[in-house]
């Protein structure tokens, strides 16, 4: 089961590597007006959203575009508002006072299951007790990743994020958190609860760290082919969790995105556009319909 919120990267296969030595991440591609007459150039960027310090510097193509780039564009900057943050997460990611456990909306068969993980990522049951269902699937993929090594705290976007302050380089957002958090929060209760069943059966049965290793090794290599099999994968998924990543998270999303990307590159002489990888691969990706505007869409790596 693939998730594009929460993917993680390691060194796993021979990579493509820049003249110095520093190896391609993810995936790069050039936007331009397909006339070339505007002479603006947004560099749009894939993302992983958790790390770690083995993964920067990047290499210099993607280096020297954010260096000479009037703005960053990050989906949402982690660095930003924590007020925002918080309030979208107990508007959309807590049950009102009174209400929960996410655990009594399990079928039965689950809840030791979901007890036992509790326990093995050393979360106390109480702590958890405010969360819907799907904000706890949430938080259980993260201690997943976290227990293999992997941080948000050294997520792409969070490196981006810094190096755009310490360079006082403006930051814009493509979404907004309570956007992102509505899209999970507009799921019906039943929905949610499936969602955290099949986050469970995916890490108790391995498939979320395959899959996770799969898509780590695609971007840490800057494989191609790669995130071709990936952006299949994800399509043709047809648990309850990956048609909502195909349909939700990334169908509804990448339209908006494009559109968004196509208004930054109208205005800005030079701009990086840094989203999610799996939003960059795929019949209906954000290049693709980029494309389908009129711009010039080249793909660097």
């Given amino acids: 089961m693939f998730c594009c919120l929460f993917v993680f990267t390691a060194g796993l296969a021979p990579q493509a590597t820049a003249a110095d030595g520093i190896p391609n991440r993810g995936a790069l591609f050039r936007i331009e007006q397909a006339?070339?007459?505007?002479?603006?150039?947004?560099?749009?960027?894939?993302?992983?959203?958790?790390?770690?310090?083995?993964?920067?510097?990047?290499?210099?193509?993607?280096?020297?575009?954010?260096?000479?780039?009037?703005?960053?564009?990050?989906?949402?900057?982690?660095?930003?508002?924590?007020?925002?943050?918080?309030?979208?997460?107990?508007?959309?990611?807590?049950?009102?006072?009174?209400?929960?456990?996410?655990?009594a909306e399990l079928a039965a068969a689950y809840r030791p299951r979901l007890e036992r993980l509790l326990r093995q990522y050393d979360v106390p049951p109480a702590s958890v007790a405010p969360m819907k269902p799907w904000m706890l699937a949430?938080?259980?993929?993260?201690?997943?990743?976290?227990?293999?090594?992997?941080?948000?705290?050294l997520a792409v976007e969070v490196w981006l994020s810094q190096g755009a302050r310490a360079r006082k380089q403006k930051i814009v957002e493509l979404e907004s958190v309570q956007a992102q958090?509505?899209?999970?929060?507009?799921?019906?209760?039943?929905?949610?609860?499936?969602f955290l069943q099949e986050t469970i059966e995916a890490i108790?049965?391995?498939?979320?760290a395959s899959d996770a290793r799969a898509i780590a090794s695609a971007w840490a290599t800057a494989d191609r082919a790669a995130l071709d099999r990936i952006a299949d994968k994800t399509a043709a998924d047809d648990t309850f969790s990956g048609r909502f990543v195909s349909r939700v998270l990334l169908g509804e999303r990448n339209p908006l995105l494009a559109e968004?990307?196509?208004t930054l590159l109208a205005r800005e002489k030079q701009s990086v556009a840094a989203i999610g990888v799996l939003h960059l691969v795929g019949k209906d990706s954000v290049p693709e319909l980029l494309r389908r505007q009129g711009l010039r869409v080249e793909r660097v790596y």
């Fill in 138 to 153: 949430s938080l259980l993929t993260v201690r997943e990743f976290e227990r293999q090594g992997y941080q948000t705290a």
């Fill in 35 to 103: 006339d070339g007459k505007a002479g603006n150039v947004t560099w749009l960027f894939g993302t992983i959203h958790v790390g770690a310090k083995s993964f920067y510097p990047l290499e210099p193509v993607i280096t020297a575009a954010l260096e000479n780039a009037s703005v960053l564009a990050l989906e949402v900057d982690p660095l930003g508002s924590q007020d925002d943050i918080a309030g979208a997460v107990r508007e959309f990611g807590m049950y009102p006072a009174g209400r929960g456990p996410a655990s």
């Fill in 181 to 194: 958090m509505a899209l999970f929060g507009r799921m019906a209760t039943s929905d949610q609860a499936l």
């Fill in 204 to 208: 108790d049965g391995r498939e979320q």
């Fill in 260 to 262: 968004r990307i196509a």
